[in-house]
């Protein structure tokens, strides 16, 4: 184990994998009259999911009403995950998500096959252009589930056909885009966060104004790029002073120990740090740069 | 860094559950029946809204909040309710309580019974 760190992410990713998992089996149980696992709540998926506020929210600012199969409860987590992205970015998406870590598993086995080549089969032109595809699916779903008056997201959502594939619930729409979604994770991390995730869209306009963010040192840094190859979704690190990047789901992954980046120059915290040590740092880059150890 | 990650996790865990035992301590963490949130008061009580009603491309759906009357007032024939429901002579008992209670899966059977909503 290289780091430990990584592994409260990655632990607090499997906890609500599974738990959301036991909400959705014991809910499909109950409707048949068994329940599974009474110390979990047979919730129906989407009274819990927190893109659903946003999906409503034109019905909810213009009648006061959410469309069917939402809730109250919707409004509640979405407030609460809002408000942890306005003080940590869109942590949600890396740490909670689960469709999120279904798709880091399946890179875990793309970056096996491919090794360095994965993540960069889409040139940084056209990804920088696809991105904003999140922002048309954001705008659509809104527009389209207040003139329909129904979830018409759930036609196409691979979050919730990723834990009811086996019910008579889900779409064949839905299943398409889970399956693409997960055969794309084997050549680029996290397609779905990446190009078309309304919620994740929503998180990072939020995350941009967020108090915490991922911070380039300048002064030691020496643009390598490194951490650019790094980043799950594809952000030029090197070329920003302050990483409050929309696409950001401050994973962490370039700010860790064992990250690529070797002089330590990126991290995360509520300002920018001043370099105390910049000139002690110096003379150690500069060493470092001459293969010289201090 | 190891300490900013930590406190990530924690603080989603306890904003996430904290917040949902809060709110459902002072009543807003309602995962039924709560869809007209600010106009419910002037509805009569024990009248179902059409908006209250669970819903479908054409606006109503049999769901878990959705009672014996709402089904009624849906169009569904009282024999289809009787023959998946049993005993329906409690307008404000749950369809889906009902339909468990009588041995039937409520996933399959309110397929069935949607498929009897009347369309104006």
């Known amino acids: 184990m290289k780091n430990k760190s990584r592994w409260y992410r990655y632990a607090l990713q499997i906890f609500f994998f599974v738990f959301i998992g036991l909400i959705a089996v014991n809910h499909v149980l109950a409707e048949s009259g068994k329940e599974l696992f009474g110390f979990i709540p047979s919730l129906s998926l989407h009274a819990i999911c927190p893109f659903g506020a946003v999906e409503?929210?034109?019905?909810?600012?213009?009648a006061g009403s959410l469309v069917p199969k939402l809730q109250m409860s919707n409004i509640v987590i979405s407030i609460l995950i809002l408000f942890v992205t306005l003080v940590f970015g869109a942590v949600f998406c890396s740490f909670v998500c689960p469709l999120g870590t279904l798709q880091e598993w399946i890179g875990k086995l793309g970056k096996k096959i491919f090794k360095k080549?994965?993540?960069?089969?889409?040139?940084?032109?056209?990804?920088?252009?696809?991105?904003?595809f999140r922002y048309i699916t954001l705008l659509a779903t809104i527009v389209l589930t207040f003139n329909a008056g129904r979830l018409i997201f759930a036609d196409v959502d691979p979050y919730y056909a990723m834990y009811h594939f086996f019910t008579?619930?889900?779409?064949?729409?839905?299943?398409?885009?889970?399956?693409?979604?997960?055969?794309?994770?084997?050549?680029?991390?996290?397609?779905?966060?990446?190009?078309?995730?309304?919620?994740?869209?929503?998180l990072g306009l939020v995350g941009k104004f967020s108090f915490f963010k991922i911070r380039r040192k300048s002064e030691t840094c020496n643009s390598c790029t490194l951490c650019d190859r790094q980043c799950p979704v594809n952000i030029e690190i090197s070329k920003y002073d302050k990483i409050g990047h929309s696409s950001c789901i401050r994973?962490?992954?370039?700010v860790e120990e064992d990250s690529s980046c070797t002089r330590n120059c990126l991290t995360f915290s509520l300002k920018k740090e001043k370099c105390e040590k910049t000139s002690k740092m110096s003379e150690?880059?500069?060493?470092?740069?001459?293969?010289?150890?201090? | 860094m190891k300490k900013i990650r930590l406190i990530i996790a924690i603080s989603l865990i306890v904003v996430i559950f904290g917040g949902v035992f809060a709110s459902d301590a002072l009543g807003f963490w309602?995962?039924?029946?709560?869809?007209?949130?600010?106009?419910?008061e002037s509805s009569q009580a024990g009248e179902p809204h059409e908006e209250d009603i669970e819903g479908t491309d054409h606006g109503l759906e049999v769901g878990g909040s959705t009672t014996v009357s709402m089904a009624l007032e849906m169009g569904i024939p009282e024999d289809v309710l009787l023959e998946y429901l049993g005993d329906i002579s409690n307008p404000d008992?749950?369809?889906?309580?009902?339909?468990?209670?009588?041995?039937?899966?409520?996933?399959?059977?309110?397929?069935?019974?949607?498929s009897y909503i009347k369309i104006d």
Not at chain 1, 122 to 132: C, F, S, T
Request: proline share 3%; with cysteine; aromatic share 10%.
């Open chain 1, 56 to 62: 409503s929210i034109i019905s909810l600012v213009t």
């Open chain 1, 117 to 132: 080549k994965y993540n960069r089969f889409i040139p940084q032109k056209l990804h920088n252009i696809l991105r904003y």
């Open chain 1, 168 to 202: 008579d619930e889900v779409t064949i729409g839905s299943l398409i885009v889970l399956a693409v979604t997960m055969i794309g994770s084997l050549f680029v991390e996290r397609p779905w966060c990446k190009y078309a995730c309304p919620y994740g869209a929503v």
């Open chain 1, 251 to 254: 994973c962490m992954d370039c």
């Open chain 1, 284 to 294: 150690e880059v500069s060493a470092a740069d001459k293969g010289v150890s201090i």
């Open chain 2, 30 to 40: 309602q995962t039924s029946g709560s869809r007209n949130l600010w106009k419910s």
């Open chain 2, 93 to 114: 008992a749950l369809v889906k309580d009902l339909i468990t209670a009588n041995g039937y899966s409520f996933g399959k059977v309110k397929g069935i019974l949607n």
